[in-house]
């Protein structure tokens, strides 16, 4: 079945099948952080008034990145990576360290999802990245090192009308107004369907000059054998012209019969090619005829990189077949999902935010594809009992924080403080007050916990421009220890707000969290798919 993963796709790939997918296309979050928050503008009607995190604390050089770093050539071997690769990417790291850690921060971490990805993939199979010429030339020795540089099979070049490019008054460079897609193969037996594109007008007028009785335009093409005699060609007298011809006698007398021929006035022929049955120009490397989505395209789903139908219909058709899995890591708004529904594929989609899950499964699945939940796909990932959220906590602590925050309808924020006490921040609007206000959030999935962490939050709201803090917690902590939790929470005072009064510290478990049960604040700003009758997903 179809499905459709909340998660971090590292985690996700690691227990796939290998050989279990035929086409990956993937436009990993290079620049993703305002992809995120143009959705989180988009859902709650104004701009949050932090900087939400999607991954670009991820391009930082921090304790865990560099640890994963130190493990990268460790990681590469372990896949079957070449020694001499694994060599030269220690220098390669070392280098990108002092000159440019951010891309490192980057690279290592697609180098650790590309290394899985490969595993899952057919040897018929093929990947697609698309990517930023800022980067491009980066990642191409990375899909190098992990592909094999005899798999690269085509720089595509995508240029997208409409794109701003950057060009303007004292602008000192040329227009930016393309992306490259680097296309690699997993073996030299990958899946190929060679595709078209139309005859431009011009050429057609140009070259199909002749119409026959039947109306129909044609051009002619020489039926002299190549090579001549000396290669094989036959050779015989036609209509007055003795040649070494292309064809046999009898293949001509049939192409004679069936008007396929056109004689110059000394009877010498040349055969018809008509336009009705022409295929077109076959696709090249260079696309300018798919425009990317501008203005109210009913395509549109807010996303400002999102990307054409039409673009990943190209690249579907190209490598696959009806009934193969495509597969994209880092979804977003699933217009790869659509497009392999469209053309008879099955789909696999995954993407880190609940927020684009949700709108995944209401706007593209349900209202615009008619497909229903658990029939025609599953959404994997999102916990729907305690025991799945345990789960989620112990095979990975940060996206179940990220799940509990946005679950209650908040937002994760990369914002920290001196002891790190904020996961996130719960948004709502206070009558009079034109800026969103916020709770902010912290989440501690672990059993041992203890009085002192509400005293550090108690302090981190003091010090915050935020009007209450919540604490998310995974179970019942017992009667005792609630009450106590409690009592240290009232010390903190309500909040009086249009005569209603607030807890300024609240606590919420996750059995709470999954009945529905939400912290208590005014008008929350949530997205609009979260306001929508509920879905599953917890």
Excluded at 70 to 97: C, H, Q, S, T
Excluded at 411 to 435: M, N
């Amino acid at each position: 079945m179809n499905k459709l993963y909340y998660g971090d796709c590292l985690t996700i790939m690691r227990d796939m099948p290998m050989g279990s997918v035929d086409l990956v296309y993937l436009d990993p979050p290079f620049n993703s952080n305002r992809d995120y928050n143009a959705i989180y503008k988009d859902e709650t009607g104004r701009p949050l008034p932090d900087q939400i995190e999607a991954f670009n604390d991820l391009w930082e050089l921090s304790e865990d990145r560099q640890r994963a770093i130190r493990m990268m050539p460790v990681l590469m071997r372990d896949y079957g990576i070449d020694d001499e690769i694994v060599e030269f990417w220690k220098i390669w790291m070392n280098a990108l360290r002092n000159t440019q850690p951010s891309l490192l921060a980057y690279l290592s971490y697609m180098t650790e999802r590309l290394l899985p990805m490969r595993s899952i993939i057919k040897p018929t199979g093929s990947v697609y990245l698309h990517c930023d010429p800022t980067a491009s030339h980066y990642i191409k020795v990375m899909m190098d090192s992990i592909f094999g540089h005899a798999n690269f099979v085509n720089e595509i070049i995508w240029k997208r009308y409409g794109a701003h490019n950057d060009v303007g008054q004292g602008s000192k460079h040329f227009g930016r107004v393309h992306d490259t897609i680097l296309f690699y193969s997993r073996s030299d037996k990958r899946t190929w369907n060679q595709l078209y594109m139309p005859l431009d007008p011009s050429y057609v007028e140009s070259t199909y000059r002749s119409v026959d009785s039947d109306g129909q335009r044609f051009t002619t093409t020489p039926l002299t054998g190549p090579g001549g005699a000396a290669k094989g060609n036959p050779v015989f007298e036609w209509k007055g012209h003795t040649r070494a011809w292309r064809y046999s006698k009898e293949t001509m007398q049939r192409l004679h019969d069936e008007g396929k021929l056109h004689y110059s006035r000394t009877g010498y022929a040349r055969q018809k090619m008509f336009l009705k049955d022409s295929k077109g120009v076959p696709v090249q490397s260079v696309w300018t005829d798919i425009p990317s989505l501008v203005g109210s395209n009913k395509e549109r789903l807010g996303y400002p990189t999102q990307k054409p139908l039409a673009l990943m219909r190209r690249i579907i058709e190209a490598s696959t077949k009806p009934g193969d899995v495509v597969f994209d890591p880092f979804c977003g708004c699933a217009t790869t999902i659509e497009a392999a529904h469209a053309l008879g594929r099955k789909w696999i989609g995954i993407d880190i935010a609940i927020h684009a899950i949700k709108r995944v499964a209401k706007v593209r699945l349900e209202d615009r594809l008619g497909l229903r939940e658990n029939v025609d796909f599953v959404i994997e990932g999102v916990p729907h009992t305690l025991e799945g959220a345990q789960d989620l906590w112990e095979r990975d602590k940060h996206q179940f924080q990220k799940w509990a925050i946005e679950q209650i309808d908040g937002f994760v924020t990369s914002r920290k403080t001196a002891d790190g006490g904020i996961d996130g921040r719960l948004y709502f609007s206070v009558p009079g007050e034109r800026d969103l206000q916020s709770m902010v959030i912290e989440v501690k999935g672990g059993k041992s916990i203890n009085p002192t962490v509400l005293r550090d939050l108690r302090g981190v709201l003091e010090r915050e421009q935020a009007m209450m803090a919540g604490l998310i917690i995974m179970d019942d902590l017992g009667t005792r220890k609630m009450a106590n939790f409690h009592r240290e929470m009232g010390r903190a005072n309500d909040l009086d707000i249009n005569g209603i009064m607030y807890p300024r510290m609240q606590i919420l478990t996750v059995p709470e969290i999954l009945e529905g049960k939400r912290f208590k604040t005014p008008s929350v700003a949530r997205g609009r798919s979260v306001s929508q009758p509920a879905l599953p997903l917890g």
